[in-house]
């Protein structure tokens, strides 16, 4: 009856013992870093992170290019840098970040903050510091930046891909419809390498990156990042003036883009001369054009650009460029003249001849009183006539139209060069003072481009990061307490004094799972070889029927985890069209696969809880079974004990007669009157020994030697 008791007391026993593996398991998940440590290794996710992540994000960048938008104004499309051998650029980059961020770095700090934030969190301690030591990765990026450049031939891939898109896009705008002067693309390729040189490019930027990382490291206090151009000017200004070499670039710059734009604010668009003769501002233009020698050009060209340049470098203080006109008026009119004289002597043609002799007395009349005759009597005689008569007249007055119209003297300003440009470019100005103060950055920049606005707190806050980071960046408990109100804080406290008292009586879980087992042994055990059998025995049994079912049942986990919809990722079609590579990764079986070797290390763990259990109980079960063996190795009481008469066989002498004396020394620790769980005693209480191990003349636990 014990016995079944003792049986269906282990059905409790074994609930109770699977559900205090399972809360055991999951306390030391929240309670001790090496179980989530644990999980993260068993699942390679460092590996696949870098491997798998990494590298598909990095492939994907290098295949569609990094588009960089450096364009001369808001409206300007990027431009795309592209790299020949993609398959080579993305393990380079891919060497760069491991070189600045190492798998084991990463792992390394991930172990070292769990092994901080888990113990504070549990109150085990009040503080902890997680130091991220960035310095010395901070350090590397100079050699390792010039490294990858090196590999990538990044600053001609720069040039070829940003730069001279960059230069044709400026062609167009400030030389082309500025100034008039047009550059093929080979032109505008040659054009870019010598303004920007290899050299030039590559000393900037690694001079930017020589002055920001000690800021970084915090090896220094401040940087000031300052990239200079008017020496790049100054090399476009004599490109500009080399191309005037070619007549009809020269000649669209000084006239149709400076004394063109220039007459036309001071000569009408069309001015009488007489006899219904009239000037256009355009032949006025063309007059100048026709008459100036090609020296004098030349010079209004180059003095142009110079004027220019000067202005832009900030070796002038206005962009002011006069021409003198004085010495060309009295050309330009005489050309002037002429042809007002030619479109006299055609309108002259055109004029039908005298059909009657009345008619040719009304001509004679309007010749007379200055006019142009109705028509024409006597052929080409009567025009000369009308040339002779007129052409003095038309003279002085194409003399006096060019003197108040045309000044001596015209003078191209900076409002003459924006209006070309238009609006297309930032205003002129804005150029200006980026070439002459060049483009700088500084640790003041910085605080202001990661402030809110001009909030004062804001910018304090981010001063205050980057104080942090360059001391090294150390993450400690005041990470979290100074970014919580009081009433979070309280939370927080209450949460970490919650845990530790948990974590304190844990041991009361262990002992709600011995109480049926110390109760099965006790009933089913009616001595200590028994109550040890009994208990060790049951705990072996529920441990293996717990251990073999976490392992069956997890099958049925796995299967619930393929099956399971919500696992399978959800890729964004403009997410998928930029990393198409990253995409098919996070769609593949891989995730789940690694999140099927962290959770089975998790079952790992749970399941090893059962171990212990297996192993303590077939030691108790073993010394169960040698209990009475053990007690006389070890050495018990000793007990006076006469050996009772026997009711059958040979009779026994007395003590007197075998010459030993009336009592033996029996040895014993213990005299278990129930060996095998349910004897008690002899067989009708006669003392007859009915234990099969047990010698005739001895009981059971006693050892008896004669004297």
């Known amino acids: 009856m014990r016995k079944v008791l003792a049986i269906l007391l282990a059905g409790p026993f074994l609930v109770l013992f699977l559900l205090a593996v399972t809360v055991n398991q999951v306390i030391d998940t929240a309670s001790e870093p090496e179980v989530i440590i644990g999980m993260v290794n068993d699942a390679g996710a460092y590996d696949y992170v870098y491997d798998h992540i990494v590298e598909n994000m990095v492939r994907d960048i290098v295949e569609r290019g990094i588009e960089v938008n450096s364009g001369l104004d808001e409206s300007s499309a990027p431009t795309v840098l592209t790299f020949d051998d993609p398959d080579a650029a993305a393990v380079a980059i891919l060497g760069l970040v491991e070189t600045l961020v190492p798998r084991e770095y990463v792992k390394e700090k991930f172990e070292q903050g769990l092994r901080g934030l888990v113990p504070y969190l549990k109150g085990d301690t009040d503080e902890f510091t997680i130091d991220l030591e960035v310095q010395e990765s901070v350090r ?46 080979q032109e505008i390729e040659e054009t870019t390498r010598a303004v920007f040189a290899p050299e030039w490019l590559e000393g900037q930027f690694f001079g930017a990156i020589d002055e920001i990382v000690p800021y970084f490291a915090g090896d220094s206090d401040s940087f000031n990042v300052v990239l200079q151009f008017d020496n790049r000017v100054a090399i476009l200004g004599q490109i500009l003036k080399d191309k005037l070499n070619r007549e009809d670039t020269l000649y669209t710059l000084v006239f149709t883009q400076v004394l063109d734009p220039l007459i036309q604010q001071t000569v009408a668009q069309s001015t009488s001369v007489g006899f219904g003769i009239s000037l256009i501002e355009q032949e006025v233009v063309d007059a100048f054009e026709v008459i100036a020698p090609r020296a004098w050009v030349r010079e209004q060209g180059s003095g142009v650009i110079d004027a220019l340049i000067d202005y832009m470098v900030g070796a002038a203080d206005e962009l002011i460029y006069t021409v003198d006109l004085s010495d060309r008026k009295t050309a330009a009119t005489l050309e002037l003249q002429l042809l007002a004289r030619q479109k006299l002597e055609t309108t002259l043609g055109e004029i039908p001849a005298c059909a009657s002799n009345i008619d040719a007395l009304g001509a004679a009349r309007d010749l007379a009183d200055g006019q142009l005759p109705r028509c024409i009597a006597g052929g080409q005689a009567t025009i000369d006539l009308a040339l002779r008569t007129f052409g003095s007249i038309m003279d002085a007055q194409v003399e006096s139209f060019v003197g108040t119209q045309v000044p001596d003297q015209l003078s191209y300003s900076l409002a003459d060069f924006e209006s070309q440009v238009g609006g297309g470019l930032e205003t002129v100005e804005d150029l200006r003072t980026r070439v002459i103060e060049g483009v700088s950055f500084t640790d003041q920049d910085l605080i202001d481009a990661m402030a809110d606005g001009n909030d004062p707190e804001s910018r304090a806050d981010s001063e205050e990061l980057l104080k942090i980071l360059a001391a090294g960046v150390a993450i400690t408990e005041k990470n979290i307490t100074d970014n919580l109100d009081a009433a979070q804080l309280k939370q927080l406290e209450d949460i970490r004094g919650y845990m530790k008292t948990g974590l304190a009586i844990r041991w009361l879980l262990w002992v709600v799972v011995l109480i049926p087992l110390i109760a099965i042994a006790f009933i089913a055990g009616g ?168 010698d005739s003349g001895s009981k059971p636990g006693t050892s008896t030697f004669q004297v």
Do not use: H
């Not at 940003?162 to 400026?170: C, G, I, N, R, Y």
């Open 140 to 185: 590397a990026v100079p050699d390792a930046v010039r490294m990858l450049v090196a590999e990538l031939k990044l600053t001609e891939k720069v040039i070829d891909d940003l730069l001279v898109p960059q230069m044709a896009e400026f062609s167009s705008q400030v030389s082309g419809d500025a100034l008039g002067i047009d550059f093929t693309q």
């Open 527 to 694: 001595g200590w070889s028994g109550r040890l059998k009994w208990a060790g025995g049951v705990a072996v049994v529920c441990a293996l029927i717990v251990y073999l079912g976490i392992t069956i049942g997890w099958s049925f986990v796995d299967v619930a985890i393929d099956q399971n919809p919500d696992l399978v990722v959800e890729i964004n079609p403009e997410f998928r069209a930029d990393y198409p590579r990253l995409a098919s990764e996070l769609e593949s079986d891989e995730p789940v696969v690694r999140l099927k070797r962290a959770l089975e290390s998790w079952q790992a763990g749970w399941r090893g809880q059962t171990v212990p259990w297996i192993f303590a109980g077939l030691v108790a079960f073993a010394i169960g079974i040698l209990w009475t063996r053990i007690i006389v190795l070890l050495g018990g009481r000793t007990i006076p004990w006469t050996p009772s008469t026997k009711t059958s066989g040979a009779s026994t002498p007395s003590s007197a007669e075998a010459g030993t004396p009336s009592s033996v020394a029996v040895d014993v620790a213990d005299i278990d009157s129930d060996e095998d769980d349910d004897q008690d005693g002899g067989a009708g209480g006669n003392g007859q020994d009915t234990d099969p191990d047990s």
